[in-house]
């Protein structure tokens, strides 16, 4: 949480003053309706008793405009409430560790503006390794307080590029601090974006590629624009000549066979251009937010730069769309398209401005997706005393180092930190232990906070520094059905990938659990020592965690300061297992999977023999200490 910041709190008596607005909005709606009565029974009244009926409809006519006005305000001011609360109880669900249900988006997005810097596309086998996207804890559902689906894109899109300059990392870094330390500019900008929550939008990147056939359709456009002006001056002008009226006939069958003929077409897209009013009024509005917040780090000020460079193509595109979304009021509508060709008149210009101004509309949707994704960055130290800001340094060798490190999406109350230390100066590490000890969890851990230092983000531990680093994974069991690769074979192409970077540079974190599980224990042991060996002598960092005590037992008799072994250890208390999580220097001396057979209900004969087995291989009783 940033200096002088508090948990936000419910203003005292907040919740009756929203629920108080919702009763008032109940019933201003109830008299509009009424009132609107009112007016119509008045209108029958006068074509008898014109005196009479005009006396009813006129006051009710007064009264109405200001009525919508007021209810209009009602609910503006019941919006914000709802809004405020909304946050505040998302913001205690992250609090807690409970944070919303978020699915990451994986249909192409609209920001480009990682092109340019030095990064590192993960796959989505990484990302599934270290938790990145999916899963009910990934990262992605820790950090998303996105209100639509272009912020979720764009943050997806981060968590999954790692930064590979300081410079780029220090320039990210700066804008999420920035963001962080001011909690009211934060929530505001939230807040302002809450009511995109409700709009489909993820429809809207594609439909800017679509076909835009109405913009060439510059006949029709004519042809509305004369009938639809036509139309209702002779329908004025023949109340006094009656004459006129066989032209009435004539224009508003004209009107309503070519609104008839064209409409399958018309309306798919006048609903794609609707589409945009809302989010074109949420983009002026962040325009505003931006310009009286002055966030000034380089890429607030980028981003703000994309909003404004736009705004005068936004709002011509804002005032044409706003005609057409005149299609919401029905049956009243319909009844003034058909007089004034309302549709065909707007609805080709207003493509003629998406085509003309789509550039400028894409570089404005992606700053919207940008500032989402800061904002959900910057919620981790703002709301979370357990996240604290990396160093990233430059260095002539690749390092991780830290007091203590935690995974980031695990309860605080349950999670326990340990201590990193890879590259000062062992750059391999072989972690050992006991099943379920801890030690893919201390895989992922890394991984997880390194993807955070390398985006800019906080990270969840102390004292956390490291230089910029490529990140290679092999954590999850897996094989590939489609392609009909073996599990063995997966693992085999992952290794390569980390070993051909290490060729290029040593400024590589690869993270393997269990290396070449999928084949028999001799080979494994010769193509693991063989990887170790070309790794470490490259100088990248190597961690690996095995359950292979010959691997462990070569690392420790070696003299090589650069090779150096840490491993978990369980507890044996009556009939369970206990573990601490604890993080300890040294292999590992105890086993326990023997023990996990007994305490699961296996046979006894089973696990006796068991026993006397290992005992004839390894000469020596298993240690269950």
């Known amino acids: 949480m940033s200096d002088g910041e508090t ?38 009244v006068a074509l008898g008793r014109p005196a009479i009926g005009f006396s009813i409809a006129l006051p009710a006519l007064v009264l109405f405009p200001l009525l919508i006005v007021l209810h209009h305000r009602v609910d503006v001011r019941r919006r914000r409430l709802s809004g405020e609360i909304l946050l505040a109880e998302e913001e205690a669900a992250r609090r807690d560790g409970n944070p919303r249900h978020s699915v990451a988006p994986v249909a192409p997005g609209l920001d480009d503006r990682d092109e340019d810097a030095s990064i590192q596309q993960l796959d989505s ?26 912020g979720a894109k764009r943050l997806s899109e981060i968590l999954t590029r790692p930064l590979l300059s300081s410079s780029a990392i220090h320039r990210r870094q ?69 004459e006129l009226l066989i032209v009435v006939v004539v224009l508003f069958f004209a009107s309503m066979s070519t609104i008839t003929s064209n409409s399958s077409r018309s309306n798919p897209a006048r609903d794609r251009l609707c589409l945009l009013g809302p989010v074109v009024r949420a983009l002026l509005q962040l325009d505003e937010s931006l310009a009286e917040e002055s966030l000034r780090s380089d890429e607030w000020t980028e981003t703000h730069r994309k909003l404004r460079d736009g705004r005068v193509a936004l709002e011509r595109l804002d005032r044409r769309v706003r005609w057409l979304e005149w299609h919401a009021f029905g049956i009243v509508f319909e009844g003034f398209n058909l007089v004034s060709m309302w549709e065909l008149r707007w609805l080709p210009s207003a493509e003629r401005l998406v085509l003309e101004h789509r550039g400028e509309l894409r570089e404005a949707l992606a700053a919207l997706g940008h500032t989402e994704a800061l904002l959900s960055l910057a919620a981790l130290t703002a709301e979370r005393d357990d996240f604290d ?30 201590p990193l230390a890879i590259g000062v100066p062992a750059s391999t590490v072989a972690i050992t232990g006991s099943n379920m000890a801890g030690k893919s969890t201390y895989l992922r851990t890394i991984g997880a906070n390194v993807v955070l230092a390398s985006i800019g983000a906080p990270v969840c531990g102390r004292g956390f520094r490291m230089t910029p680093v490529e990140i290679y994974t092999d954590v999850n069991i897996r094989d590939s059905l489609d392609d009909g690769k073996s599990y063995f074979q997966v693992e085999v192409e992952r290794v390569r990938d980390a070993v051909r970077a290490t ?45 292979d005590n010959r691997l462990a037992e070569r690392i420790e008799a070696s003299s090589e300061p650069e090779l150096a072994n840490i491993h978990f250890r369980e507890h044996v208390v009556g009939d369970e297992l206990r573990f601490d999580y604890r993080l300890r220097q040294g292999p590992a001396t105890t086993r326990n999977a023997i023990r996990v057979l007994e305490v699961s209900g296996y046979d006894a004969a089973i696990v006796a023999r068991a026993r006397a087995v290992i005992d004839e291989v390894d000469g020596s009783p298993e240690s269950e200490s």
């Open 7 to 44: 948990a936000p709190t419910r203003p005292p008596g907040v919740l009756a003053e929203r629920d108080a607005l919702e009763r008032r909005s109940r019933r201003l709606g109830a008299l509009r309706v009424s009132l609107f009565a009112i007016m119509v029974a008045g209108s029958l």
């Open 125 to 150: 086998i990484t990302a599934d390794d270290l938790g990145l996207l999916r899963g009910s804890r990934s990262l992605f559902g820790l950090v998303d307080t996105t209100s639509t689906w272009f």
């Open 174 to 242: 700066a804008a999420i601090r920035e963001c962080a330390e001011r909690d009211d500019v934060r929530r505001r900008l939230l807040q302002s974006l809450l009511p995109l929550r409700s709009v489909k939008l993820d429809r809207l990147a594609t439909a800017l590629d679509g076909d835009f056939e109405w913009a060439e359709r510059r006949g029709i456009e004519r042809w509305a624009h004369l009938v639809g002006t036509l139309l209702p001056l002779c329908l004025g002008l023949a109340i006094g000549r009656p």
């Open 389 to 418: 800001w990396p160093e990233i340094v430059d260095a002539e060798r690749p390092f991780i180092e830290a007091e203590s490190v935690g995974h980031p999406t695990l309860d605080p109350g349950q999670r326990v930190e340990n």
């Open 503 to 547: 060729e290029r540079t040593p400024f590589v974190l690869a993270l393997f659990d269990e290396l070449f599980r999928g084949t028999n224990a001799r080979e494994r042991f010769a193509i693991s020592w063989s990887l170790v060996e070309a790794i470490t002598r490259r100088g990248a960092l190597l961690i690996v965690a095995t359950h």
